[in-house]
């Protein structure tokens, strides 16, 4: 587990060459900040989705983390209730697999 700092970003540019992998500010490509004033990002976990080689436009953020209430659509990410993340990131290790099914 490492802590997020005010300086951390994710990069989300298609254009950049660290497309989906985490930056510093001040950075001059399209980026998400990951520390945030709301508790989303108190908690994430990165899947591996789009990751060891992205293709740019394929999906980039998309994490595991908290949600904002019950229901609420995200961008990509898995959300989860906050003590439910807390669980999962108590007991993942790398290479945990993720099944996520499609209805």
Known sequence: ALPIWPMDL???????????HMVSAPYAFSHEKLRRADPLYDIV???DWNFV???????????LRRWRKPGHPTEGC???????IAWIAARAMPGTELVVPIF
């Open 78 to 84: 898995l959300a989860f209730a906050p003590e439910h």
């Open 10 to 20: 994710w990069s989300d540019d298609v254009e950049d060459t660290l497309y989906y």
């Open 45 to 47: 976990l990165v899947t």
């Open 53 to 63: 080689e992205p293709e740019p436009g394929n999906g980039s953020a998309i994490f």
